[in-house]
Nanobody
Framework: QVQLVESGGGLVQSGGSLRLSCAAS????????MGWYRQAPGKQRDLVAR???????NYADSIKGRFTISRDNTKNTVYLQMNSLKPEDTAVYFC???????????WGKGTLVTVSS
């Protein structure tokens, strides 16, 4: 089992910044992808960004240039630096750890980000 604990959400004004963190613990595989997804009320959960152990990244088009994902493999932690936040970024942000070839797919409980206009 793997446990994922997110932190860093909160209320911020439009144009502001937040940094999310997600720490993984437990039986962590040697190679995995970590990512951030978000789900706004009444909408599906969508990918925000993900990063491989080697540092390769993918971003959703809606946040490119504003958000940056990074990870510290020594701490099994992934970060999401969010700048120039917009009201449409308001959502619950979920951390994910995945190794598809092993059927491994874990989720955190989520952290709420609210951006006021």
């Amino acid at each position: 089992q793997v446990q994922l604990v997110e932190s860093g959400g909160g209320l911020v004004q439009s144009g502001g910044s937040l940094r999310l963190s997600c720490a993984a613990s437990g039986s962590i595989p040697s190679s995995y992808v970590m990512g951030w997804y978000r789900q706004a009320p009444g909408k599906q959960r969508d990918l925000v960004a993900r990063i491989t152990r080697d540092g390769n990244t993918n971003y959703a088009d809606s946040i490119k240039g504003r958000f940056t994902i990074s990870r510290d493999n020594t701490k099994n932690t992934v970060y999401l630096q969010m700048n120039s936040l917009k009201p449409e970024d308001t959502a619950v942000y979920f951390c994910n750890l995945r190794r598809t070839s092993f059927g491994i797919d874990y989720w955190g409980k989520g952290t709420l980000v609210t951006v006021s206009s």
